[in-house]
């Protein structure tokens, strides 16, 4: 199954994997792509996935964040995009070549960092109060001229995304980022036509799925990222405030709203939905493994200064043992392969459009017995291609499993709002220097680059089935 090739509009795919979205900090600051990205994206390329959906670019210019990251709210960021989305297809080696997906989204107030606090990084659906998430001390509601501004920097950007000759785009309404934050009930009590029923908390992501269709016509391959499950509950936080009904508090949508939610956006021309799960980035359920505990203490550390709840989260991390942090934010965390194909299934079963899916995929048999099953039609995979770039030509030799796998530490996702993207769990590496030389090569075409390493032992296990 996993070789098999695959359509959806009009794009074929080589086979069933896609690199699922995953980003760095190598673009220019300014947002401008760069050398460095588009060889770390060449990378995946050159080993075999069928397609290669991008980190999430900006659309908007004051949330630009984390920096280095691309940025399409220009159209001076169209020619340089081109250019490097032509020369990544052309090292492709999937039958086909490798297809190149833009995700688009606006990280409202789960903003990340900046190089100074802005009014502008704390938009969102509501005022409310986030300990994990964000940089500002609390959320601020946009008011309506905002948000049909964000409408429109949506519509732009995909314009810009097709100009620049992708072969898709997909907006991301998950990930806890500003659409999310739209559509889940514990972040949106707005009075007006985007807030409250299902329906009008889905307005915002219906005014921008028409939107983007204009923008890039009937045939251009478009896709949405939804979480199937928002689990508000995990990972362990402070939100406030509560709201009424508790399970819009303790869990946000569920399937049955998700699933409308799916329907829906078939209706309105959508050409595949990207499931996933959790409520903000990272979480234990969009990202299935361990806590990353080191990851989050450095991401803590580096945007203290931006806020008095950033001052005071990073004191948490700095004065509770770190034995306690992980028995407590450490909850919910946990491996489970092919973590979000069940909900998948459910959404799948609702359309008749493609569904992909991504979480925990890492072991061939349960990438081959997911899509056998029709849980999906494709996977997205973005850890275990970071740990093993080259883990379809392993499935291609007949192995069944990477011979040095991902652990799923996360430690990749949580660093990278600071540093370089790379795999930074020690343990796969015969020393601290080699860890450090592979994150630092990974975006360059000249340094020596290798993922060679001695793992000690009980890494695969830990694991699981990888």
Known sequence: MLFEPFRIKHVDFGNRVLRSSMGGRNAFYDGTVSPAWTHFEKRFAEKGVAGIISATISVNETRMSPLEYPALHDDRFVTPLRKAIH??????????????????????????TSLRRQEGDRLSASWFFDFLYGYHNSALPMSPAQV???????????????EAECDGVEVTASKGYLIHQFLNPATNRRKDAYGGSVDKRFRLLRDIVEAVREAVGTNFLFGVRLSAKDFNFLPINVRLP???????YFVGNDLPETKYYARQLQELGVDYLHIDSGFGFPNPMGSPGDYPDEGFH????????????????????????????????????????????????????????????????QD??????????????MVAIARPLLANPDLLEQFAYGMKRPTRPCSFCSLCCSQTAVFPLGCYDQRRFDSVEALMDQVLAWSSPNAPFSLQGKPLTGVAESAGEA
Request: proline share 6%; net charge positive; charged share 20%.
């Open 148 to 162: 049909k501004t964000t409408i429109l920097n949506f519509k732009q950007a995909a314009r810009r995304a097709a």
């Open 298 to 361: 450095t991401f803590v550390n580096a945007t203290r200064y931006l806020s008095l709840k950033a001052s005071f989260r990073a004191t948490i991390f700095n004065t509770v043992p770190a034995s306690i942090r992980k028995s407590l934010f450490g909850i919910g965390w946990r491996f489970r392969p092919a973590a979000n194909a069940d909900f998948a299934a459910a959404i799948r079963a609702e359309v008749s459009i493609p569904v992909i899916t991504n979480g925990g995929f």
């Open 87 to 112: 020369e990544i297809r052309r090292v492709g080696t999937a039958p086909g070549g490798c297809k190149y997906i833009i995700q688009l989204g606006d990280t409202g107030a789960a903003t990340h």
């Open 242 to 248: 509560p709201v009424w009904p508790p399970r819009h």
């Open 364 to 377: 061939r048999d349960t990438i081959d017995s997911v899509l056998a099953a029709g849980k999906c039609d």
